[in-house]
């Protein structure tokens, strides 16, 4: 399993490679919730996600013969961009394979970066039968979004930079789709600051960690368009370490509906002058929908990406909320 240790040799690894994000406190948020809010920027990574610290940790633990044969992985979008930049980096290269759920303009994004894409399907499921393909046909290097120790140490740094910024963290608003992200941010935190919580976010349209944890084992779920749409995807049958983490260390998880994430992205850009995606806004998303319970501070929220389509968050600012938008 994941301990304490690993996501600091995974900080000392990763450290020239990405960016150490600003956590800071939230003046809006803070006086209107009465306890002190804090927001961790993740979204102003390099790649516009945290996916690029496991990303990265990961790559830079593999043989020069496995970065020669190529890296692949199944994505909703953020892990794509990043396993591309991080590729493009040490000179191998990615392949990427998602669903036609997955928004425009995270596969231009990735293309940009030089990786191969393959769009396989209507769900992140049906997108990995083609991972698991190109292994097997081409002896590619699989590197998955979440269920991996070095992606989930590599994610893990940011609840280390949390803790170092304000040890006296009562609870962190995390997103959580496959859990990677919340798996390493909640082993850091509470190794650290044991009494802690850590509450995972996520939308009501197929989540499949919340459907998981009612079902006591991983579960698969049907897939749907959503203003947050890199929560979408399953967290997969034979996953082997983030759903026993998730379940062991979440204290909750709260699936909001899509006019509370877009209510959550508007209040970024009013309010924090923040450009977030949907899932990057779940966390205050959750705060604004009163769905956090008993508030006591100080509260970190996790803003994990601003990978949105502009044309789309432009219509959620101006108040048109169709998750079926032509933007994705």
Same mark, same amino acid.
């Given at each position: 399993?994941?301990?304490? &240790? ?5 900080? =000392? ?12 406190? =939230? ?9 002190? $809010? ?7 990574? /390099?790649?516009? =996600?945290? /996916? ?31 396993? !591309? ?20 303009? /995270?596969?231009?994004? #990735? ?50 930079? #949390?803790?170092? +910024? ?40 197929? !989540? ?26 399953? #967290? ?10 998730? &379940? ?13 994430? !877009? ?21 205050? +998303? ?15 929220? $996790? ?5 949105? !389509?502009?044309?789309?968050?432009? &219509?959620?600012?101006?108040?048109? $909320? ?7």
């Amino acid at each position: 399993m994941i301990d304490l &240790q690993m996501i600091r040799d995974a900080r =000392s690894r990763i450290g020239g490679h990405i960016s150490s994000t600003p956590t800071e406190p =939230s003046s809006s948020l803070s006086e209107l919730f009465q306890v002190p $809010i804090i927001l961790k920027h993740e979204h102003r990574q /390099k790649t516009g =996600s945290f /996916k690029l610290r496991g990303a990265t940790n990961a790559i830079l633990q593999l043989s020069d013969a496995e970065k020669a044969a190529g890296v692949i992985a199944v994505s909703t979008g953020n892990h794509g961009r990043a396993l !591309a930049h991080a590729a493009r980096a040490v000179g191998s290269k990615a392949t990427i394979c998602m669903s036609e759920l997955v928004p425009q303009n /995270k596969v231009a994004e #990735i293309r940009r970066l030089g990786a191969d894409v393959r769009i396989i399907g209507q769900s992140q499921d049906e997108a990995l039968h083609e991972v698991e393909r190109l292994v097997t046909q081409d002896n590619l290097v699989e590197l998955p979004p979440f269920d991996h120790p070095h992606i989930i140490a590599g994610q893990g740094t940011i609840g280390l930079e #949390i803790i170092e +910024a304000f040890p006296n963290v009562e609870t962190v608003l995390v997103p959580v789709s496959g859990g990677g992200l919340a798996a390493g941010i909640a082993v850091a935190v509470k190794s650290l600051h044991p009494n802690a919580k850590i509450i995972g976010v996520s939308m009501e349209r197929g !989540a499949a960690m919340k459907a998981s944890f009612t079902a006591g084992k991983p579960t698969q779920v049907e897939e749907f368009r959503s203003f947050a749409d890199a929560l979408g995807g399953g #967290i997969g049958l034979d996953n082997k370490l983030t759903f026993r983490l998730c &379940q062991q260390l979440l204290h909750d998880v709260i699936l909001l509906t899509e006019e509370e994430i !877009a209510a959550g992205i508007r209040h970024a850009y009013l309010e924090e002058r923040e450009v977030l995606e949907g899932s990057g806004a779940v966390g205050i +998303a959750a705060l604004l929908s009163g769905k956090v319970g008993h508030l006591s501070g100080p509260i970190a929220v $996790i803003l994990s990406g601003r990978n949105i !389509a502009m044309d789309l968050h432009r &219509q959620i600012l101006n108040g048109k $909320i169709d998750p079926n938008h032509e933007a994705f």
